[in-house]
Every structure is written in C-alpha cells, then in structure tokens.
C-alpha cells in the first residue's frame, strides 16, 4: 500500500504564510512527478502547482510569484510555502503523486487533504 499524508494546513490572516508537506510512505519504488491540487467549496478541484523528479516546476497563473513547490527525494516529501496568502486562496489542499510501486506500474496516489483557511 502507499499512503500520501498532508501537513500544515491552518488558519491565516491576508497577508501571512503557511508551509504544507506531503510524506509518502508505502512500498515505493519511486516516485515521478508530484503535485497540489486544491478545491474551494462549490467549486471544481484545480491544480496548484506541479514537480518533476528532477526538481522541474509549473504553477498556476493564479499563485506564480507568491507559492513556492519543492521536494526532498530522500524522505519521499513534497512541500508548497505559500507567502502572501489571500482569501481565495481558501481551500483543502490536495497531495497527488505518480508512483511506482514494487513489481507494479506508475499509478496516481492522493492524501486526504488539509485544510488552508485565509480570513481576517
């Protein structure tokens, strides 16, 4: 089995930061590309901000600038710093990752999200 777990989600004011992790664990063989996704309510999931396994990276026009995506390959981690966070940044966030399991193919893996909640 393999298992994503997302930290760090929490209530900010506009203006603040907040730093989330995503840790895989499992029986991994390696992992490709990464990603955050995240969903507002009412609205439809939308994808953040992306990783390559050679440290490549794309993000949304919405948060270029301000979000920062990142991975330690060694602990199988992936982290977004958000700076200058705003109230529609508002959302769960997502951990999405193509992995590949022992003796197995590349396959797509999502945690459970955390919640990042930006208000005065």
């Known amino acids: 089995q393999v298992q994503l777990v997302e930290s760090g989600g929490g209530l900010v004011q506009p203006g603040g930061s907040l730093r989330l992790a995503c840790a895989a664990s499992?029986?991994?063989?390696?992992?490709?590309?990464m990603a955050w996704y995240r969903q507002a309510p009412g609205k439809q999931r939308e994808l953040v901000a992306a990783?390559?396994?050679?440290?490549?990276?794309n993000y949304a026009d919405s948060v270029k600038g301000r979000f920062t995506i990142s991975r330690d390959n060694a602990n199988n981690t992936m982290y977004l710093q958000m700076n200058n966070l705003k109230p529609e940044d508002t959302a769960v966030y997502y951990c999405?990752?193509?992995?590949?399991?022992?003796?197995?193919?590349?396959?797509?893996?999502w945690g459970q999200g955390t919640q990042v909640t930006v208000s005065s």
């Open positions: 990783i390559t396994s050679g440290g490549r990276s």
């Open positions: 499992g029986s991994i063989f390696s992992i490709n590309a």
């Open positions: 999405n990752a193509d992995i590949r399991v022992r003796f197995s193919i590349v396959n797509h893996y």
